[in-house]
């Protein structure tokens, strides 16, 4: 069944994963840069978070519809250059958690005005999963600088070297978890 959520992103993180891919007999096992070797989170306040596991490919292409998309940002209207993500709060102990597994596709569409809607003042990140859900994360301008040089990190095989960023997810939820307890 096919989902969308969207939201604000007002923050955004990243840890790095170590993956072990079992390979069915005969078939060949993925290349090294098509394993996930990463965890993304986008946070949209205390209450809602979007996460997808990203591989070295997987930060690369991220990081090419990023530079698809910047040179329409000169399009960006005065109006959007100050705008700020507002959090999502839900009523307390509750938490919305979407997890990525398998991650299929990701556009990034820069500030601009629409005809139909006017000013879009935000850079807009799809990520789509393998049964066709996506996450629309509407990012500030600052951030999209945080998610360019933590893609790089991931794409080069760096992430995690200069800092403990295993720390980095301390205080999410992680969503399997968080279904648990709907439950």
Same mark, same amino acid.
């Given at each position: ?17 170590? %993956?072990? /891919? *079992?390979?069915?007999? #005969?078939?060949?096992?993925?290349? $090294? ?6 965890? &993304? =989170? ?55 958690? %979407?997890? /990525? *597994?398998?991650?299929? #596709?990701?556009?990034?569409?820069? $500030? ?6 006017? &000013? =879009? ?63």
């Amino acid at each position: 069944m096919r989902h969308t959520i969207a939201f604000q992103a007002t923050a955004f993180q990243a840890a790095p994963v170590d %993956v072990q /891919i *079992e390979v069915p007999e #005969g078939e060949q096992p993925p290349e $090294p840069d098509q394993v996930p070797s990463a965890i &993304i =989170v986008f946070l949209g306040g205390p209450s809602v978070q979007v996460s997808a596991f990203v591989s070295r490919e997987d930060a690369e292409n991220l990081m090419g519809a990023f530079t698809q998309a910047e040179p329409m940002r000169g399009d960006m209207p005065p109006e959007a250059q100050g705008w700020e993500p507002e959090e999502t709060v839900l009523p307390a102990a509750m938490l919305y958690g %979407v997890n /990525i *597994e398998s991650l299929v #596709g990701a556009s990034v569409t820069p $500030p601009h005005t629409n005809d139909e809607v006017g &000013i =879009v003042p935000h850079w807009t990140v799809q990520l789509q999963d393998a049964d066709g859900s996506s996450a629309q994360l509407a990012v500030s301008d600052a951030l999209c600088v945080t998610i360019i040089r933590t893609l790089s990190d991931i794409s080069a095989g760096r992430l995690g070297e200069e800092d403990d960023d295993a720390s980095a997810l301390d205080g999410l939820v992680d969503p399997d978890q968080a279904e648990d307890a709907e439950g």
